[in-house]
T-cell receptor, first 113, second 115 residues
């Protein structure tokens, strides 16, 4: 799987928007961009994924650069419950990848009341 | 109504013992996984089964043996436990095996401590 680079940590205030960046300069045309998060003492949780177009769901938005070499996860109004480690993961669409997720170090998001 | 459940939640044992961790999913998924999260918090895939067939077997010591009695269950047996096996083990499942767009659902984890 191609590699991703994320900041080690970010901080936000409650009810403010949060933009979590991810660089993936070696992304291939068939790599999907996935975001998962891991709340303290819990298993990872799916957040959102996309290929080329921006995506929205009830949890977040995903903004993908036109050249696909970077993306940004947007939490529109951070809550204390959003404090977690956020992982940006590239998943190859073909071959024998068989769905495995390759986690990097992720970004630790701290949300202040 | 837990989608992916694991037992036990905590496991404390002595070096050299053999132990098993069980995982069950009630989502009707075809594919299940085991991941290991070490003390530095890195999450790594260990195994994956699709329709009871092993499809991913990363570089894991032979002491670790997964077993899938049916599509809804994936167990992990560990022989001759070592200190370095101390970690959190997560089970996950997804609908398919190709995975590029699949969502994986994770269990709550089993915290293994080897003394």
């Amino acid at each position: 799987d191609a590699k991703t680079t994320q900041p080690n940590s970010m901080e936000s205030n409650e009810e403010e928007p949060v933009h979590l960046p991810c660089n993936h300069s070696t992304i291939s045309g068939t790599d999907y961009i996935h975001w998962y998060r891991q709340l303290p003492s819990q298993g990872p949780e799916y957040v959102i994924h996309g290929l080329t177009s921006n995506v929205n769901n009830r949890m977040a938005s995903l903004a993908i650069a036109e050249d696909r070499k970077s993306s940004t996860l947007i939490l529109h109004r951070a809550t204390l419950r959003d404090a977690a480690v956020y992982y940006c993961i590239l998943r190859y669409a073909g071959g024998t990848s068989y769905g495995k997720l390759t986690f990097g170090q992720g970004t630790i998001l701290t949300v202040h009341p | 109504d837990t989608a992916v459940s694991q037992t036990p939640k905590y496991l404390v044992t002595q070096m050299g013992n053999d132990k098993s961790i069980k995982c069950e999913q009630n989502l009707g998924h075809d594919t299940m996984y085991w991941y290991k999260q070490d003390s530095k918090k890195f999450l790594k895939i260990m195994f994956s089964y699709n329709n009871k067939e092993l499809i991913i077997n990363e570089t894991v010591p032979n002491r670790f043996s997964p077993k899938s009695p049916d599509k809804a269950h994936l167990n992990l047996h560990i022989n001759s436990l070592e200190l370095g096996d101390s970690a959190v083990y997560f089970c996950a499942s997804s609908q398919g095996a190709r995975g590029f767009g699949e969502t994986q659902y994770f269990g709550p984890g089993t915290r293994l401590l080897v003394l």
